[in-house]
């Protein structure tokens, strides 16, 4: 079992940037591949960024690819999502998940998550 603790959300204007962490307490923290979805009000939980144990291979949604990076520090057990340059539609929640099952390949559907965290509000203003 792993816990998960996201940090760094906040009111941003557009064009500006936050850094999300998401600390992970439990199990040793490189048995998991990590990722970030969010979820706007009234929407689905969607996909935004995954990044392997290694932290050597990452992937990301169409929609932040050359705005957001994850990163990870196995050292710190800590996750991170670098956001540069929000939008207006970048505003919900954002959760940190992680994946236990050692596939050696990125997922990016919910269902293969195995825990999450608590979520944190990111608001970007027009």
């Known amino acids: 079992q792993v816990q998960l603790v996201e940090s760094g959300g906040g009111l941003v204007q557009a064009g500006g940037s936050l850094r999300l962490s998401c600390a992970a307490s439990?199990?040793?923290?490189?048995?998991?591949?990590m990722g970030w979805f969010r979820q706007a009000p009234g929407e689905d939980r969607e996909f935004v960024a995954v990044?392997?144990?290694?932290?050597?291979?990452?992937y990301y949604a169409d929609s932040v690819k050359g705005r957001f990076t994850i990163f990870r520090d196995n050292a710190k057990n800590t996750v991170y999502l670098q956001m540069n340059s929000l939008k207006f539609d970048d505003t919900a929640v954002y959760y940190c998940?992680?994946?236990?099952?050692?596939?050696?390949?990125?997922?990016?559907?919910?269902?293969?998550?195995?825990?999450w965290g608590q979520g944190t509000q990111v608001t970007v203003s027009s």
């Open positions: 998940a992680a994946d236990k099952s050692g596939v050696g390949y990125l997922r990016t559907g919910t269902d293969y998550y195995d825990y």
């Open positions: 439990g199990r040793p923290f490189e048995a998991y591949a």
């Open positions: 990044i392997s144990r290694s932290g050597f291979s990452t």
